[in-house]
């Protein structure tokens, strides 16, 4: 049997393809259990996110393995075989190896270095171990890989290139300012509540945004994350149900969306229909100059001479509600003076509504200035409609600009390093697994030896039947040493040999020579795949 994986990703395919051929749960579960219904293949597991597809087999047949993998992969994506061809790749047993290591150490990332990658992996492995599709290969290399990537992560600096996308794709919403004080006092809604949502709930809260709105079909899956972040600084933090999202998005400065919707969440028209309404006036503070300070004694003396009239004897109205038309101004100057209180205690989102039709950022300011609606969907297949971006004073970055943008991102000097500890690992790996290969047939092999040293002393006992029980143990525990010296260099050598490139076919030539039977060398194969089964269950 030997390792095989095909699959697409942001390096291999548009985002309109991957948009398409993303899987939901339901749809990984079917094409892992027709995976291992298919005659080439002996387990299975599927490792799917936002950016990647990839199904992952022991076959024993590498042509019909990829013929079947690529079939499958198209019926439970949706897209035809003939469309989804073009994308695809395929890595075999060594290259396979190399392919999953270089993944879980963020290499293949759209945000290279980025570690949410190795939960995407523990997940995978989760699933084929619960659907038993997962044996004893697809088990050490997930488990393995895992390791790896811990393992770069904990000796290199790849962190530092290397981010989560939810992090990049709030750089982008920042455009070039600083992200944190593109967060500071905005509200942000943040639709859906599982990994991709949470991570981003949690960054939002971390970086000091002021109101954090989380919105989930499930209310309380919302309010369970919503209560996890209470507390998180000066954040309020509060869930809604998808019902109330139309209203949190008249009053949202920005939108972090990862739904498993397989429809979208946001309509270009309920955009629209969003920004359209009036922005929502906020409750000012009391502005009254504190008693006894400088500005009060002047207020104070000028009501007394009578040039200003006292609000707190002549008028019961507080300040907020004075009258801002040019008549009452010009006949009262505190009036006038509350006017301008009015306009500069706006929110930003308010008095920026006259520039909403700066909707690419460039006033003079930064990439943000004009910008009334920040969007950012995460989401695959996308919950906002791509035509949003067409909505004046709105921007919107998802995974097809976030592809874009990484592109141009620099690498790390930590990326070699990291590169250099995949090769090792995968030669390791590689190694050991050419040397498990052989040994269900050394195995085998001693097994016989056995069953010819126990035929040999019962035929000896019936030639010399006065053998006492002492001179009988001495015996047989001769004939046994001899054997086990004769074959103990040989299986050692074997072993030894079988770890090197191309080392499989000595495993062969040992059950050639010594005429072993094959269905003895699977029987011990099939011990060892269930032990190592049992033994691996809970161990991500």
């Not at 069953?451 to 015996?475: F, H, N, S, T, Y």
Request: proline share 3%; aromatic share 2%.
């Amino acid at each position: 049997m030997s390792l095989l994986v095909v699959g697409l990703s942001h390096r291999s395919a548009p985002v309109s393809v991957l948009e398409r051929a993303s899987l939901s749960e339901d749809a990984q579960i079917k094409l892992l259990q027709d995976t291992l219904a298919a005659e080439p293949s002996a387990e299975a597991t599927v490792l799917a996110t936002c950016n990647r597809i990839e199904l992952y087999a022991d076959v024993d047949k590498f042509h019909a393995g990829v013929a079947e993998l690529s079939t499958l992969l198209a019926l439970h994506s949706g897209v035809g075989l003939e469309e989804l061809t073009p994308y695809l790749y395929v890595h075999y047993e060594d290259r396979a190896v190399h392919h999953l290591f270089s993944v879980a150490c963020g290499l293949d990332s759209m945000v290279v270095g980025e570690g949410q990658i190795l939960g995407q992996i523990k997940d995978a492995l989760a699933l084929g171990q619960d659907l038993h599709t997962a044996g004893r290969l697809l088990n050490e290399l997930f488990q393995q890989a895992l390791r790896v990537g811990k393992r770069a992560h904990s000796e290199t600096g790849i962190d530092r290139a290397g981010q989560s996308l939810v992090t990049f794709g709030l750089e982008q919403l920042a455009a070039g300012a600083d992200v944190e004080e593109w967060a500071a006092d905005k509200r942000v809604l943040v639709i859906g509540a599982g990994s991709m949502s949470s991570l981003a709930a949690t960054t939002l809260a971390r970086l000091g945004v002021r109101d954090l709105v989380i919105a989930n079909r499930t209310l309380e899956r919302a309010e369970r994350l919503a209560a996890v972040l209470t507390g998180a600084g000066d954040v309020r933090v509060h869930a809604v149900s998808m019902a109330e999202v139309a209203h949190e998005l008249t009053r949202a400065d920005a939108v972090v969306s990862c739904t498993g919707a397989t429809g979208l969440v946001l309509t270009a028209a309920s955009v629209a229909t969003a920004l359209a309404q009036p922005a929502e006036s906020p409750v000012r503070e009391n502005l009254r100059a504190p008693e006894g300070s400088l500005v009060a004694r002047l207020a104070a003396t000028a009501a007394r001479d009578g040039r200003v009239r006292d609000a707190r004897l002549t008028d019961s109205r507080p300040m907020d509600s004075c009258p801002a038309g040019p008549a009452d101004a010009a006949t009262d100057p505190l009036a006038l003076h509350g006017t301008w209180v009015d306009n500069g205690s706006r929110p930003d989102r308010a008095i920026r509504s006259a520039a909403v039709r700066h909707t690419d950022g460039t006033d003079g300011t930064d990439g943000t200035a004009g910008v009334r609606l920040a969007l950012l969907d995460l989401a695959m297949p996308r919950d906002i409609d791509g035509a949003v971006h067409r909505l004046a004073g709105v921007r919107l970055v998802d995974i097809e600009s976030l592809a874009e943008a990484s592109a141009d991102a620099p690498m790390a000097a930590d990326v070699d390093q990291v590169r250099s500890i995949v090769s090792v690992e995968v030669a390791a790996f590689s190694a050991a697994q050419r040397a498990a290969h052989i040994t269900p047939t050394v195995v085998a092999l001693r097994a016989m030896a056995a069953d010819v040293v126990a035929g040999e002393v019962a035929r000896l006992e019936g030639r010399l039947p006065g053998l006492d029980e002492k001179q009988r143990a001495e015996i047989t525990q001769t004939v046994r040493r001899v054997v086990d010296k004769l074959l103990h260099a040989p299986t050692v050598r074997v072993k030894q040999l079988a770890g090197e490139p191309g080392g499989a076919g000595y495993a062969d030539a040992l059950r050639t020579l010594f005429d072993l039977d094959p269905e003895t060398v699977a029987s011990v194969s099939r011990a060892d795949l269930n032990d190592a089964d049992v033994k691996n269950r809970g161990r991500v």
